[in-house]
């Protein structure tokens, strides 16, 4: 999946374990509501201009997990904030946020209520102490475990946003599909960060 095809050159998705009710919460939305056109209507608040938080739009995407996706960073990525990522693993739980700024493209990991480090997308570089498990999964996949390694492997073969995917999926084993992105959404206002 690309997703910079998909959602252009701003972007966060976050898969967390969990109810899309669950996840949402815990990034900060108090009033959830149901958004059967929750894309269209973040994309309206980007050309709006809104600044009363932003929208974060939630979805199962497998049993046990929901993806969540935020359009505006206007304020920094809610999926990114250390805080929240450690809060949505929490329990020996793992969650995952890839984002996308004009400079930069990184997937942030945590396990267990503690943030492992990131990877960059670009060069497949990671950047944290001990990945464990999470690590064994994304060198399977090619992305290199030394500082001055390049990609291999399927990493390889991709551009960076598939990438980001693909890291997404090797760290959780959720693999992200077009229909994901149908929705239905449940969805509200975060404003951590703001």
């Not at 809060?87 to 990184?106: F, I, W």
């Not at 598939?162 to 239905?184: M, S």
Request: overall charge negative.
């Amino acid at each position: 999946m690309n997703l910079t095809e998909l959602f252009g050159e701003a972007w966060c998705v976050t898969l967390a374990p969990g109810d899309p009710s669950e996840a949402l919460e815990r990034m900060g939305v108090a009033a959830l509501g149901v958004m059967p056109d929750g894309l269209k209507r973040a994309t309206e608040r980007l050309v709006l201009g809104d600044d009363s938080g932003v929208l974060l739009l939630g979805c199962e995407v497998a049993a046990g997990w929901t993806l969540v996706v935020e359009l505006e960073g206007t304020t920094g990525w809610v999926g990114a904030n250390q805080e929240v990522l450690a809060a949505l693993s929490g329990d020996g739980r793992t969650a995952v946020s890839a984002y996308e700024d004009p400079n930069q493209l990184t997937v942030h990991m945590a396990v267990n209520g503690a943030v492992l480090g990131w990877l960059d997308a670009v060069t497949g570089r990671r950047f944290g102490e001990d990945f464990g498990s999470a690590g064994e999964a994304l060198t399977a996949a090619g992305f290199p475990d030394t500082a001055d390694g390049e990609p291999s492997g399927e990493a390889a073969a991709l551009e960076p946003s598939e990438r980001a995917a693909l890291a997404l999926r090797e760290v959780t084993g959720v693999q992200l599909e077009d229909d994901h992105l149908e929705g239905p959404w449940l969805g509200g206002i975060s404003v951590i960060g703001a």
